[in-house]
């Protein structure tokens, strides 16, 4: 089936299988459709119909709420019909050259260990190779379960033949729910990506702050990752505020003493404690990292006075942390090219 889709600057057109949703066609395609979840809930994706037939995966999606007529609809949640014309109201280019092209991948998760009693990190093994930046997601649909989600990558690799995740539970969430019940090793799964803009290239030459709630950290693990392996703290700061309710949900403390042991003093990582203040004890077991209390935000606000300079901000978390970080970094004069996030909506 031909998609055409005219966009403010351009028309394009691409095919698209009768299965495929036409925003994933159109990504696999290399054409940078707007999306910003792929998985029906912020209303990035939204389209409108000029001519033919549409069909609806999800009509209760949440992003529907933003579309205004009935030939509005979510390029990640429909399918074509036949051959079908639409319009979205952005620019739409193609990729640049070197940005990685999403496509479907087939995936078995290898083994899933619980991080804390409510956060687990999964590895899931890809059939073929997936490139990939620093502080991408994917998105995994597993059997049984209607659509997919959105996973960040903790791993940071070239060609990466394995993926990393923590994905915390949420309460009578239908994926938590299959997953946190009973193990899933050897469970074959759907994987579509990389998606997401909130990357990093060392050659972004800028200290780096970094700024997450909950499983928010994984996309940051990954540029961690790939900053420490280029030796990128020699030259750049790098400062990491990780936030969690109390030390019971806090993990990758051993990661971060590690990282922070290798990369030397211009990598700072505080864990912000919202619900308690810091145990004597942590303070003694990871004597490289530092905790403070209160909301991430605030934590960081207080700790980054005087140190905006040359800094690019990475957030990731629920939309409201990633809110209220962003209110936070306006509000220090850190400018709006230099804040990059992916809401976890
Ligand atoms: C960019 C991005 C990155 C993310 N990264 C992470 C991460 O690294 N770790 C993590 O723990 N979480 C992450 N999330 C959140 C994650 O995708 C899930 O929302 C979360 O795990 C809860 O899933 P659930 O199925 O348990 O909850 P549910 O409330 O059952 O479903 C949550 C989401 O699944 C999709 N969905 C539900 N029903 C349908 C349906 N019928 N058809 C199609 N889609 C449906 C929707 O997107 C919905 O918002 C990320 C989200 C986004 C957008
Ligand atoms: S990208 Fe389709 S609703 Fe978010």
Request: charged share 25%; hydrophobic share 40%.
């Amino acid at each position: 089936m031909k998609i055409q889709v005219n966009a403010r600057n351009r028309a394009h057109q691409f095919d698209a299988a009768p299965a495929d949703k036409i925003l994933y066609a159109g990504l696999s395609q290399a054409i940078a459709l707007p999306y910003e979840c792929g998985s029906g809930t912020c209303g990035t994706c939204k389209a409108r119909r000029l001519s033919g037939d549409i069909e609806d995966g999800w009509p209760e999606a949440p992003g529907r709420k933003y579309l205004k007529s009935p030939d509005e609809f979510l390029m990640c949640q429909c399918t074509a019909r036949g051959d079908v014309s639409v319009e979205v109201a952005s620019f739409v280019q193609e990729f640049e050259p070197g940005v990685c092209v999403p496509a479907a991948v087939e995936g078995r998760i290898r083994d899933a260990t619980l991080l804390t009693h409510d956060v687990m990190q999964l590895h899931i093994d890809l059939a073929t190779p997936l490139e990939f930046d620093a502080g991408q997601f994917v998105l995994v649909q597993v059997p049984g379960i209607v659509g997919f989600r959105g996973w960040s990558m903790v791993n940071y690799e070239r060609n990466a033949l394995t993926l990393v995740f923590v994905v915390k539970k949420k309460p009578g969430g239908q994926l938590s729910d299959w997953l946190f019940s009973q193990p899933r090793a050897g469970t074959d799964v759907e994987v579509f990506g990389p998606l997401g803009r909130a990357t990093f290239y060392p050659s972004v030459a800028r200290n780096i702050l970094c700024i997450a709630g909950g499983s928010g950290i994984a996309g940051m693990m990954s540029i961690l990752a790939r900053a420490a392996r280029e030796n990128y703290f020699t030259e750049y700061r790098g400062d990491v505020f990780f936030g969690v309710r109390s030390m019971k949900d806090a993990f990758f403390l051993d990661v971060f003493s590690r990282l922070r042991e290798q990369c030397g003093e211009k990598l700072r990582v505080t864990i912000a404690l919202s619900e308690e203040g810091p145990p004597a004890c942590a303070q003694a077991d990871h004597p490289q990292l530092e905790f403070d209390t209160g909301f991430v935000h605030d934590v960081a606000e207080r700790r980054m006075k005087g140190r905006y300079e040359g800094v690019r901000a990475y957030l990731a978390g629920p939309p409201p942390a990633v809110d209220a970080c962003v209110r936070m970094l306006l509000m220090s004069r850190v400018s709006t090219d230099n804040i990059r996030y992916d809401k976890f909506s």
